[in-house]
């Protein structure tokens, strides 16, 4: 059974820092890439951040540039997103996914599995 299980979600005040997981089970890890996406309540899924098979290169959101950092252990089947610098505007429920190919890595209906999310809520 393919899953993926998302933590390290919480309440954290603006300019604080969290950092999420994403642990995958069920087929090979390394041959996926993995993106992380949020969605806020009553807006559409958004994409975020996404990391190659290998971790060689990696993709983000404008909003998100230089603030949020995403790294992967191929070695541990986790994926991470570091926050940091972080704004009320980041509230929302973040999700990790994965898919089989780089290209249009920024349409959530191009990834195949999907965790439960984890909330993250920035207070000002």
């Known amino acids: 059974q393919v899953q993926l299980v998302e933590s390290g979600g919480g309440l954290v005040q603006a300019g604080g820092s969290l950092r999420l997981s994403c642990a995958a089970s069920?087929?090979?890890?390394?041959?996926?890439?993995m993106g992380w996406f949020c969605q806020a309540p009553g807006k559409e899924r958004e994409f975020v951040a996404a990391?190659?098979?290998?971790?060689?290169?990696?993709y983000y959101a404008d909003s998100v540039k230089g603030r949020f950092t995403i790294s992967r252990d191929n070695a541990k089947n986790t994926v991470y997103l570091q926050m940091n610098s972080l704004k009320p505007e980041d509230t929302a429920v973040y999700y990790c996914?994965?898919?089989?190919?780089?290209?249009?890595?920024?349409?959530?209906?191009?990834?195949?599995?999907w965790g439960q999310g984890t909330q993250v809520t920035v207070s000002s």
């Open positions: 996914a994965d898919r089989s190919s780089i290209t249009y890595y920024t349409d959530r209906f191009t990834y195949d599995i």
């Open positions: 990391i190659t098979w290998s971790g060689s290169s990696t």
């Open positions: 069920g087929r090979t890890f390394s041959n996926y890439v």
